[in-house]
């Protein structure tokens, strides 16, 4: 590749004009030129397919990608954009943000280059590869923050912004929409006196799938033993899961 290297963006959308030392030589027997893959790819690119390819599901190009990291020496950057990817690309869920992790620790004790810390590089790229793509994070931060600027953009004409948050100043105050918001834990909640009993009756309450058996179970005795003395409208309600169609509706008791 030619010596003379032209500014590119790095991993992290970094200009980058400073070429790295080179790793070595590629399958050809030729020295590998900055960024440049085993395979005479360059690195960025891969990464780059890398990331198209998962959010795609195509694994097999996935593994290819990972393994072409993980052999010429760039497997620190193979890990920081698969953890990355786990944010960005997939639907939010613990499984595979925690196989990654295992993975990458993997891959470190056996070394990063290695045929085993290759092997983890590929099992990591098919779990994301196999994952639920969805850009969840990245579509809410950004949907965020434009109605963040046309919220400031209408405040200062004064007018009415054409977009808002989910949650309103006046939903989050007391006899607002998200009252049960606030309990004890807030300076609200506590000039309401609403103490440890409104959390448990209201604020602790989960669904719409409701409480699990043995937690539902284990409330029930708690709430029993309890100092305070709930009635039993008020133990019921504290077990029963929210409503789906308005999970934040909340009666009052006496």
């Excluded at 950057?77 to 960005?88: A, H, I, K, P």
Aim: with cysteine; net charge negative; glycine share 10%.
């Amino acid at each position: 590749m030619d010596e003379e290297r032209q500014a590119t963006f790095g991993p992290d959308g970094e200009l980058e004009t400073e070429a790295p030392a080179a790793t070595g030589t590629n399958d050809f027997g030729e020295e590998t030129g900055a960024d440049e893959t085993d395979g005479g790819f360059n690195r960025y690119a891969v990464v780059s397919l890398l990331q198209k390819a998962i959010r795609r599901g195509d694994e097999e190009v996935s593994a290819w990608c990972a393994w072409e990291l993980a052999r010429s020496g760039f497997g620190w950057n193979l890990w920081d954009r698969l953890n990355t990817f786990v944010v960005e690309d997939l639907q939010a869920d613990a499984r595979a943000a925690l196989l990654v992790g295992r993975y990458e620790d993997l891959a470190a004790e056996w070394d990063m280059d290695s045929r085993r810390g290759q092997m983890a590089a590929v099992q990591a790229a098919l779990v994301v590869a196999r994952a639920r793509s969805a850009r969840e994070g990245a579509n809410a931060v950004n949907a965020f923050h434009a109605i963040a600027t046309r919220r400031a953009e209408a405040h200062d004409r004064g007018g009415e912004p054409t977009h808002s948050f989910p949650v309103a100043a006046d939903d989050l105050s007391a006899g607002g929409r998200f009252d049960v918001a606030l309990d004890g834990h807030t300076g609200e909640g506590k000039r309401l006196n609403r103490s440890s009993p409104f959390f448990r009756v209201h604020g602790a309450r989960v669904g719409p799938e409701g409480e699990t058996e043995p937690s539902a179970r284990w409330k029930r005795l708690y709430l029993a033993l309890d100092e305070y003395d709930y009635t039993d409208e008020e133990i019921e309600h504290a077990l029963a899961a929210v409503d789906a169609d308005d999970p934040w509706a909340e009666p009052e008791f006496e």
